[in-house]
């Protein structure tokens, strides 16, 4: 992979942050045998459900502070967005704008909701709402709850699931090797 588009990927995901600050799963699988290092990475592990639970304490504005030891899953996650970075089909500027979109509302909505472990932002604030007389409900509120869902879904090409799943291409075989090594580089705070 050429230097700059390492460089590109890597600004790209530090500018999202969507899959690890918890506006994409509220949890992330661990196997058993990473159980205790991921303790010891100050994850916020969940031992008899095998996960840890996002907003993730090791993401921060440079990117994964646990990088070179991050749980397997995600070494083999990669989204919608970041594929087509990689593939070079679209200006980076655009991405970079889609990324910076979806993290926006993810900072607006949580600062409202509050960042709780454990809960998917969209839906939480969906039940929030709710619960409040209809009168009582902001327009805007609602309004960035559905855009921040369509990005999610259009540009990141989430799925409905509370947790962080591995990247299944089309094409790929079981082991997912090269888009693991191409998700180290991008997320890797001090590959720029
Ligand atoms: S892999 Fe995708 S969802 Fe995760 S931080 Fe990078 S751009 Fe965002
Ligand atoms: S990549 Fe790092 S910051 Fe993101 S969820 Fe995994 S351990 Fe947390």
């Known amino acids: ?12 995901c530090r500018t999202c942050g969507a899959c690890c600050n918890g506006g994409m799963f ?3 699988d661990v196997e058993p045998g990473e159980l205790t ?29 646990v990088y070179a030891d991050r749980p397997r899953r995600c070494h083999e996650y990669t989204c919608d ?16 704008h889609r990324a910076r979109r979806i993290h926006e509302l993810i900072a607006a909505l949580q600062a409202r909701r509050g960042a709780r472990d454990g809960e998917w932002l969209p839906r939480a604030v969906s039940e929030m709402l ?11 509120l609602l309004l960035d709850v559905a855009e921040l869902a369509m ?3 259009r540009d990141l090409g989430w799925r409905p699931e509370i947790t962080k ?15 693991s090594e191409r998700s180290r580089a991008a997320r890797d705070p001090a590959s720029d």
């Open 1 to 12: 992979m050429k230097e700059n588009r390492t460089a590109e990927l890597s600004q790209l």
């Open 81 to 96: 967005l970041y594929r087509v970075a990689e593939s070079g089909q679209e200006e980076h500027a655009r991405l970079l």
């Open 37 to 65: 290092p991921a303790t010891r990475r100050r994850l916020s592990v969940i031992e008899e459900r095998g996960v840890f639970s996002q907003p993730c304490p090791a993401w921060t504005a440079t990117g994964c502070e």
């Open 130 to 140: 709710s619960g409040l007389r209809p009168d009582r409900v902001e327009p805007e």
């Open 26 to 28: 509220a949890f992330v």
């Open 165 to 179: 799943q591995p990247t299944e291409a089309p094409g790929s075989g079981p082991e997912q090797t090269s888009s």
């Open 151 to 153: 990005r999610l879904q």
